[in-house]
């Protein structure tokens, strides 16, 4: 099976600091993404990664930045958390042998509070 | 580029009764559309995916149709049962894209 593993489940920070959200996965897939989940949005993606120290802008990458330093691990920052950033993150990967989007793998999520 | 509407935000049937969920997409180049469930407190999880060349798929107990004229598609539960209980996603792409584009989801509620 695989593995996806978000360092954190729940994380309670303060405006300004800066956070790191870490994931891992297990499979060596080449894709991975960070997603923002909130109600009535659905899922949006802020960055995607397609290789080691490749990435892109997803659809929300304002005030996040990422680091893709070994393949099976992706990193979110954001710089100066402000409390518009709380929610829940959901990192993902995925193996290039079909589509990049597809069969997208999830981690468990970690639901950010910025106070 | 490409917006994804789903309906309804909340589906609430009797166990045993079908369940359709209804997305609707705008990009006509689209031609790949997975369904994800997300039980209450865990991740999203591929339950069933087509792409444009077929109009129908089926696994099992739940089914999924594509009308590309129509640019929708809808996912069927036949026979629902309470661990059917979840948030559903759909979404759409280009399979040469890396970005999914959601709908909003669907909480699905099956009563005893």
């Known amino acids: 099976d695989v593995k996806v593993t978000q360092s954190s489940r729940y994380l309670v920070k303060r405006t300004g600091e800066k956070v790191f959200l870490e994931c891992v996965q297990d499979?060596?897939?080449?894709?991975m993404f960070w997603y923002r989940q909130d109600p009535g949005l659905g899922l949006r993606l802020i960055y995607f990664?397609?290789?080691?120290?490749?990435?892109e802008k997803g659809d929300i990458p304002e005030g996040y930045s990422v680091s893709r330093e070994k393949k099976e691990r992706f990193s979110l920052i954001l710089e100066s958390a402000s409390t518009n950033q709380t929610s829940m993150y959901l990192c993902a990967s995925s193996s290039p042998g079909g589509g990049a989007n597809e069969k997208l793998f999830f981690g468990s999520g970690t639901q950010l509070s910025v106070l | 580029g490409e917006n994804v509407e789903q309906h309804p935000s909340t589906l609430s049937v009797q166990e045993g009764d079908s369940a359709v969920i209804k997305c609707t997409y705008s990009?006509?180049?689209?031609?790949?559309f997975p369904w994800y469930k997300q039980e209450l407190g865990k991740r999203p999880q591929l339950i069933i995916d087509i792409r444009s060349n077929v109009g129908e798929k089926k696994d099992q107990r739940i089914a999924v149709t594509l009308n590309k004229t129509a640019k929708h598609f809808s996912l069927h539960i036949t026979e629902t049962q309470p661990e059917d209980s979840a948030v559903y996603f759909c979404?759409?792409?280009?399979?040469?894209?890396?970005?999914?584009?959601w709908g909003a989801g669907t909480k699905l509620i099956i009563k005893p």
């Open positions: 979404a759409a792409s280009k399979l040469s894209n890396y970005q999914l584009i």
């Open positions: 990009d006509s180049a689209s031609n790949y």
């Open positions: 499979m060596d897939h080449e894709n």
């Open positions: 990664s397609y290789d080691v120290k490749m990435k």
